[in-house]
């Protein structure tokens, strides 16, 4: 069976420092990654995904993933961060049958001024 | 051209009623899919449907629960004799057709948080 697990609940970090959002995945069969965004009283917006090809993946608001197979991790970064960067962030993997997600249980980032 | 809408956005009931959560899904698209998030939680799949086909059903609860997108009109999620623990945010996404839905990015709508007293 597939799971994600984001290793840090809460980040908190000051504004124009660089952050890294850690995330681990399990899984038997070929990987599809992709990076949420959820802010206050909203829905989730995607960020970027990983479906095949360069490991390397840019996404909007500046944010980049790295996919590395050997480590099952597809930890999320950005080098500099702004105030409103902080939202609830969820890594997920999607079930190769359908197209259903499997989330991670949401990383908190807080930038502060 | 808007987004997936839900309805309501908040939704209060007492131990014992009905719930009802509507999915409007974005134009063009056929997938739709329900997750659950519980407080202090990520999200949890729940259910896939094509328009008048349950697909994947393997996350609802076998009591209780039952989903359904009819030919027209919006997607429905049902929750019979709610109880405290139905108490969360459940969101719905939708995906177009073609090429299987997991290589197309699912767009969420805002959620429906349900209270149960």
Known sequence: ?113 | NAGVMQNPRHLVRRRGQEARLRCSPMKGHSHVYWYRQLPEEGLKFMVYLQKENIIDESGMPKERFSAEFPKEGPSILRIQQVVRGDSAAYFCASSPPGQGAFYNEQFFGPGTRLTVL
């Open chain 1, 1 to 113: 069976a597939q799971s994600v697990t984001q290793l840090d609940s809460q980040v908190p970090v000051f504004e124009e420092a660089p952050v890294e959002l850690r995330c681990n995945y399990s899984s038997s069969v070929s990987v599809y990654l992709f990076w949420y965004v959820q802010y206050p009283n909203q829905g989730l917006q995607l960020l970027l995904k990983y479906l095949s090809g360069s490991t390397l993946v840019k996404g909007i608001n500046g944010f980049e993933a790295e996919f590395n197979k050997s480590q099952t991790s597809f930890h999320l970064r950005k080098p500099s961060v702004h105030i409103s960067d902080t939202a609830e962030y969820f890594c997920a993997v999607s079930d190769g049958e359908g197209g259903k997600l499997i989330f991670g249980q949401g990383t908190e980032l807080s930038v502060k001024p």
